[in-house]
């Protein structure tokens, strides 16, 4: 069932728990379709509402706010300069995403500085909270962006040109949100003023439920990436055209499920077709086409080549069957990240040993691994469920992620 807010009164006796629902239950109003989940994409009125979320936030906290030249948010408590602890996530969301995946992070990094300025922490360097820009890539088929462009690994030009299902290119769509897409593109001066990253996430998975531990350190993300596979057959009438006749596209591309199904199982990976549009989509058509998203992830960059190699041969081979032809197309990838072991190992000590696990989910911190410290935080997840409405933490393991947080950032900033 869906969970759009943790359980907890917003009068519950543990401040630090109350002030948290009530943080939380203002963004949670926020592009909610109730049991369909969080709708929240990248440069719509959602996403919009979101980012007035978050100036808001900075303002009630009199944190200077700024947005850089990729969309990401910042608030600042001190002022912007190299070496600043930096924390946050994102706000966007899967289509029928969870409350959690993301939203958690910058929550708990706005109340973490709330806890740091009520114990009189004096940083000796600037704390920031960030939120950045499409990290779910659900509009233009590409994850991370605003931290891809940040870093470099994404060209401008090439992210101007994504496009959405209604061909809205993304430079389109920033211009009608208010924001400049001339500017994008890697940018020094915000990440010099990056000393450390960390990013508090939910986990999107049961590791920690089954070690028995509210929150844990990430170790390493597994390379993966999105191929879209577009399979051209011949539009024909659904009542008067003979079986031994057709170029039915979505044969092959059933095909193609199933292997993948089978050749991730083969490997210990993992594969999935989770968007397809089929053209023209009609219920008495033959399609004349069928665009299908794979995504492909594996403990190992070799194995998901191989394993994405064996599903477009399969694909192939069931698309010369039916006189169709298909095309793979790699459109993002990102590889495999080994978070810095001092790091991890300085957080875990600080929280009094926490435990070290690996995901199979992407991140904006294994973006900014490959260009500054970085570490993540995962709070326990008692089903595992994510990218769904049911996705959820409770309301204790979330105030003790925020004070873990707060905790961490004590040691790298105010010492
Ligand atoms: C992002 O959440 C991803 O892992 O796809
Ligand atoms: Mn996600
Ligand atoms: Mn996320
Ligand atoms: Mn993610």
């Keep these: 069932r869906p969970r759009p807010v943790p359980d907890g009164a917003p009068d519950h006796p543990d401040p630090l728990a109350a002030r948290f629902r009530r943080t939380w239950d203002a963004l949670a109003a926020i592009g909610g379709e109730g049991a369909a989940g969080y709708h929240r994409f990248a440069w719509t009125p959602v996403d919009l509402a979101l980012r007035g979320w978050f100036q808001e936030q900075a303002a009630l906290r009199g944190m200077a706010y700024e947005r850089d030249r990729n969309g990401n948010q910042w608030a600042w408590w001190g002022t912007p300069a190299p070496g600043a602890v930096v924390t946050g996530s994102h706000l966007d969301s899967v289509p029928g995403g969870g409350a959690f995946d993301g939203p958690l992070g910058v929550v708990s990094a706005f109340l973490a500085v709330d806890e740091l300025r009520e114990r009189g922490a004096v940083p000796s360097r600037p704390i920031a909270v960030v939120n950045f820009a499409d990290e779910e890539g659900a509009r233009f088929g590409v994850a991370c962006v605003g931290s891809r462009l940040l870093t470099g690994i994404l060209a401008p030009d090439d992210a101007r040109a994504l496009r959405d299902g209604d061909g809205v290119t993304l430079a389109e769509a920033m211009l009608a949100a208010g924001a400049d897409p001339g500017a994008l593109g890697r940018d020094e001066e915000a990440l010099a003023r990056i000393g450390t990253f960390v990013e508090l996430h939910i986990e999107q998975g049961r590791g920690l439920v089954g070690l028995d531990a509210p929150i844990g350190v990430a170790s390493a993300i597994w390379p993966h990436g999105r191929w879209r596979c577009t399979f051209h057959g ?31 199982g083969e490997m210990g990976a993992l594969a999935t077709f989770g968007k397809v549009r089929v053209h023209p989509n009609g219920t008495n058509a033959i399609p004349s086409r069928v665009d299908a998203w794979l995504d492909g992830r594996a403990p190992d960059a070799a194995t998901v080549g191989k394993m994405v190699g064996e599903i477009t041969a399969a694909a192939e081979a069931a698309a010369a069957g039916h006189g169709v032809r298909v095309e793979v197309v790699a459109e ?84």
């Design 234 to 264: 011949e539009a024909d009438h659904a009542g008067t055209t003979r079986l031994a006749d057709r170029r039915d596209p979505m044969l092959p591309f059933a095909s193609a499920v199933l292997a993948a199904r089978q050749v991730a």
């Design 332 to 415: 993002s990838s990102s590889p495999v990240v080994e978070f810095g072991v001092e790091l991890r190992d300085r957080i875990a000590a600080t929280l009094g040993g926490v435990p070290a696990l690996p995901t199979g989910a992407g991140h904006d911190a294994g973006i900014l691994s490959a260009a500054v410290p970085t570490a993540m935080l995962f709070v326990r997840n008692p089903t595992g469920v994510s990218h769904s409405p049911a996705e959820h933490a409770t309301p204790d393991d979330c105030v003790t992620g925020i004070t873990a947080l707060a905790a961490v950032l004590e040691d790298l900033a105010c010492r």
